[in-house]
């Protein structure tokens, strides 16, 4: 009853009616972050920052860019952390800090041009998380501005309950109401991507599917640094 509930409640809020905007490139992107069992890590931190751009002329991925991330306040990976996600020690040893790998990614942004001139592009998360709590708090800890087109992005499972008339719980959940398996390693942030993919695919030819904007960040969702908006 009250996943029903809730999945009325995404229905109505979404998508963002003032945003009737289509895209010609979707960023699928999936962040994963330091943790450790059974207590809340303070400051989580970014250790893999994936997202793979689909095309949505063709539905085809066309770039990609993915790194993995080496925490400054906790160095040291938990073994939760890796059997969770897969990521190791070594895995993130010899990687840059984030404000390098986020300088990279903004770079590699601008080289693809999906934000300079038409604004034809969309961020695309599955949940809220990633763009609303973790790029924000990664970013203060960091102290880096974030560039204006973070504020708004399209989050799959509100997209998918529009579209199906179902929320889901998880990407999983995702899948298996499209009669479709996971691939990969759940948790690992470059296979939730490839799989928020083939999600967004299968919307696509099964509802001839236009993804509009359903989640943004407001000047009243302040943070105590400075947001380019």
């Excluded at 990976?77 to 300088?103: A, K, R, W």
Aim: hydrophobic content about 35%; proline content about 4%.
């Amino acid at each position: 009853m009250a996943h029903r509930a809730l999945m009325g409640f995404y229905k109505k809020l979404s998508p963002i009616k003032k945003e009737i905007k289509t895209f010609e490139n979707l960023l699928v992107l999936d962040f994963e972050a330091t943790c450790v069992e059974d207590k809340i890590l303070s400051p989580q931190e970014i250790i893999e920052f994936p997202c793979i751009v689909l095309s949505t002329k063709t539905w085809k991925v066309t770039n990609a860019f993915h790194k993995y991330v080496k925490p400054q306040v906790h160095p040291k990976i938990s073994y939760f952390c890796t059997d969770l996600t897969g990521i190791m020690q070594q895995t993130v040893e010899n990687e840059q800090h984030f404000p390098v790998v986020f300088s990279e990614f903004c770079q590699w942004l601008e080289k693809g041009n999906y934000f300079n001139e038409k604004e034809n592009s969309a961020f695309v998360t599955c949940g809220d998380w990633d763009l609303r709590v973790m790029l924000p708090e990664q970013c203060k800890l960091s102290n880096i501005e974030i560039p204006y087109y973070f504020n708004q992005w399209i989050n799959i499972k509100t997209a998918f309950c529009a579209k199906t008339d179902y929320y889901p719980r998880s990407l999983k959940d995702m899948l298996k109401h499209l009669n479709m398996e996971f691939h990969g390693k759940c948790h690992s942030g470059i296979d939730d991507v490839h799989n928020i993919i083939r999600v967004i695919q299968k919307l696509a030819k099964m509802y001839n599917s236009e993804f509009t904007i359903t989640s943004n960040i407001q000047i009243k969702d302040s943070f105590s640094f400075n947001t380019v908006y």
